[in-house]
């Protein structure tokens, strides 16, 4: 597991869709992520455009954004209590797989917390499933 003991501003990749925010990946289906590179900036064109369809954007595509830390209600402690259970839930791979092409490894919270296993386990997270 790894830890950043720096002033690095983190990026979370489970952001709500919102302008400021950048698109990640489209959900294909449950478990996988087509991740966009680089990362479009989030619009309220954009998002109308995704509303106006009738389906949620939180149910089919993954939006990254600053990570909120205390002010987010996965905190726990001092980190994101969300990978901490999405890997604990879905454990790391095997390490042979090369990780996808991500706009945010650089700065995203779940990496720095778990590194490859984040990554790796990152896919099985949707906002908002559908269906909610």
């Known amino acids: 597991m790894r830890t ?7 990026t979370c990749p489970s952001a709500p869709p919102e302008p400021g925010s950048v698109l990640l ?16 900036p989030v619009t309220r064109e954009m998002l109308d455009a995704f509303e106006n369809s009738g389906v949620p954007p ?3 595509l ?3 954004g600053p990570c909120m830390e205390h002010r987010c209600e996965q905190w726990a402690g001092t980190r994101c209590g969300l990978i901490d259970r999405v890997v604990d839930h879905f ?4 390490g042979a797989d090369p990780l996808p092409k991500c706009g945010i490894r650089s700065t995203c919270r779940w990496f720095a ?10 896919p099985e997270v949707i906002r908002k499933p559908a269906g909610t």
């Open 113 to 122: 917390q778990h590194g490859r296993s984040a990554c790796e386990s990152c």
């Open 25 to 40: 990946g489209v959900v294909v289906t449950p478990g996988q992520i087509v991740y966009i590179t680089p990362n479009p």
């Open 4 to 10: 950043q003991t720096d002033k690095t501003e983190f």
């Open 62 to 64: 993954r939006f990254a």
């Open 91 to 94: 454990g790391g791979g095997d």
């Open 58 to 60: 939180e149910n089919r």
